[in-house]
């Protein structure tokens, strides 16, 4: 845990946060500014703080996040129309909380100006 990150909070259940998923290695909440009707952050519970910074250890956990994105479609009825799945990494990308994280959008639409999965 890294004690100046709002995500390992939010995972030690320091801040609040709504849950909708949890397992051993992985949780899930709502993005607290939805970019789409359902915005989920599917997040791991290891501080990994970028895509660049991702072990070799680390393959089968990405591979998990995806199958849990795929479990939360289908949960949350996206699997059907369509959904957008964002990692942002770095500056450039607009990163703002520095532990890895899958944004999980959908519910309407997509256009491309939120292709960066943030904001209304
Ligand atoms: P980014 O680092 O740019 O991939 O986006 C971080 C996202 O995290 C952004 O869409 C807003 C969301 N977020 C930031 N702080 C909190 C928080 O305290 N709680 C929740 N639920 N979401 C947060």
């Known amino acids: 845990m890294d004690d100046d990150c709002i995500f390992c ?18 949780v899930a909440f709502k993005d607290i500014h939805p970019a ?10 290891k501080h990994i703080s970028t895509l660049m910074d991702l072990q070799d250890d680390d393959v089968s956990l990405m591979g998990r996040l995806h199958g849990v994105v795929n479990d ?3 949960a ?11 990692i942002n990494c ?5 990163q ?3 532990h890895l994280h899958l944004h999980l959008m959908g519910g309407r ?7 960066k999965g943030q904001g209304t």
């Open 9 to 26: 909070k939010i995972i030690a259940k320091e801040l609040e946060a709504d849950f909708v998923y949890e397992d051993s290695e992985i």
């Open 36 to 45: 789409a009707p359902v915005h989920l952050l599917v997040v791991p519970r």
């Open 72 to 74: 939360l479609a289908r």
């Open 76 to 86: 949350f009825k996206l699997d059907k129309k369509g959904f957008r799945v964002v």
């Open 90 to 94: 770095g500056k450039d990308a607009g």
């Open 96 to 98: 703002v909380v520095y």
């Open 109 to 115: 639409p997509l256009l491309r100006d939120i292709a």
